[in-house]
């Protein structure tokens, strides 16, 4: 099935908003729905959230993507090199400064006996659930654009990410709760761009001390009951139906209201779904007591009651100098709660549906500057690096592709961050290439022209 609009960008003018606002009889009081009202892209003529089959066999429902932004080591993490010790301090082609081996040792873990670092020793009693990707491949080095392709499938053009496209193919199963939902991370790696306005991620302002009701921001009104918002609602709703009999290809307005109409009915679940009071205390203290192992639990109820896509910020991964100590930090935030969350979707019977994608943007050096100590680092990587998966379809207690000796290039099994996208999309049911939308006279779709399914690591 190709899921695509059939509407081309129009654009609300100016008069048309003047005309509006005339004929509705709400003169200047109605200038603060102008906010509401820019000059951009609209929607689909019927833009939706209804939860919809997906068109091809599906492996996973949702999707919870932890980024490991800051770009972690493979070296140090998922992709051991032991030969790099035979090399220490030389100097090696293809990078400069000299040689820097891990100092961490990769034992063998769970019954598939997969080699995951000792910095993570909480995944490893989770190995057997993971799908380790070690030949993942992507354009530049450089944080921005990277990390940019990894949510949103472009370098430098702004494109709707990954969760948009995800609710845009598959819609919502909670009408109550935004159906993209993320934790941190930059206003681009949650935009819906040019799809409707609808499919754009919430930003939730989460920490685990915060009152549930202020997770997600403006959700109660200051100014207004509930009887009273239903009013305004029901009064806008019918001076929308009043304005699209004379313009009825005006649906950004269409999109706002039913925007509103969301927002009220989460005035009752969403403050449930984010208190994580609700929790035993032997699940919340599985996933730790930082904030990140909070907001992993909170993306477990999340996804539990229906949110298809929930992204988490897991950064601090730019490990320049001072590696061997700085990046212990980073993994032991992390390693707890993802091994937790994974155990706990286990235990819930919603492994199987729920893909589970941890991350960053691209790899990191052979090599450091100057000589090996205790203040080495590794510098920005493209050629290679590594992610995990979980859950969702994908083959547990397995490592895809391989990079050389040193860790340098991809040797076998190559996979762009393109591959990536479309191998996700294929998890949830969907040919990478029919999922498109139409805008400006084109069909965009989130791998471009590109992408390949990684079949050999779909269960």
């Known amino acids: 099935m190709d899921t695509r609009s059939s509407a081309c960008g129009r654009f609300l003018s100016s008069s048309s908003r003047r005309q509006f606002l005339e004929r509705s009889g709400l003169g200047f009081g109605a200038l603060a729905l102008g906010c509401l009202l820019k000059e951009t892209a609209l929607a689909d003529e019927n833009p939706s959230l209804v939860s919809r089959k997906a068109p091809l066999p ?18 140090d993490t998922l992709d051991p090199k032991p030969e790099l010790a035979r090399f220490r301090d030389q100097s090696i082609p293809g990078d ?3 040689a820097f081996p891990s100092p961490f040792a990769f034992p063998k873990c769970g019954q598939s006996g997969l080699e995951l670092s000792e910095i993570f020793p ?18 530049v080095p450089a944080h921005g654009p990277a990390a940019k392709l990894m949510h949103t499938g472009a370098l430098t053009l702004v494109r709707p990410s990954l969760g948009s496209w995800v609710l845009y193919g598959l819609g919502t199963e909670n009408a109550s709760l935004p159906g993209f ?12 761009s040019f799809l409707p306005s609808l499919f754009q991620g919430a930003k939730a302002d989460f920490a685990q001390n915060r009152p549930p009701d202020q997770a997600l921001l403006n959700l109660r009104s ?14 806008m709703k019918h001076l929308d139906e009043a304005h699209l009999e004379r ?5 950004q307005l269409e999109a706002r209201i039913k925007s509103f109409e969301l927002a009220f009915r989460m005035q009752t679940e969403a403050p449930e779904a984010f208190d994580l009071s609700k929790e035993t205390r032997e699940t919340r203290e599985a996933y730790g007591k930082s904030d990140l192992g909070a907001k992993l639990l909170c993306a477990r109820r999340l996804v539990e009651r229906g949110v298809r896509f929930v992204q988490v910020d897991a950064g601090g991964w730019d490990h320049h100098a001072n590696l061997a100590n700085a990046i212990k930090g980073t993994a032991q935030a992390i390693d707890q709660p993802a091994a937790a969350l994974i155990n706990d979707l286990k235990v819930r019977g919603l492994l199987d549906s729920t893909l ?5 943007e691209f790899g990191r050096t052979a090599t450091t500057s100057g000589r090996v100590g205790a203040d080495s680092g590794r510098d920005h990587h493209s050629k290679c690096f590594s992610v995990w998966m979980a859950g969702g379809g994908v083959k547990g207690g397995t490592a895809h592709g391989a990079t050389d000796e040193l860790g340098q290039e991809v040797v076998r099994d190559g996979v762009h961050v393109h591959d990536l996208h479309a191998t996700i999309l294929r998890l949830l049911g969907f040919d990478h290439t029919q999922l498109t939308y139409r805008y400006n006279g084109r069909d965009f779709r989130l791998t471009d022209n590109f992408g390949k399914i990684v079949q050999s690591i779909i269960a």
């Open 58 to 75: 599906a492996k996973a429902r949702r999707v919870i993507h932890i980024f490991a932004g800051g770009a972690p080591s493979h070296l």
């Open 96 to 98: 400069s400064g000299v």
């Open 122 to 139: 909480r995944l490893g009693t989770v190995a057997d659930e993971l799908c380790v990707i070690r030949s993942m491949t992507t354009d």
């Open 181 to 192: 939902i993320t934790f941190g991370g930059s206003t681009e790696w949650r935009a819906a």
């Open 222 to 235: 200051e100014f207004a009951s509930r009887e009273q918002q239903r009013l305004q609602l029901d009064l």
């Open 247 to 251: 313009a009825p290809h005006e649906e």
């Open 356 to 360: 589970v994608v941890w991350g960053g």
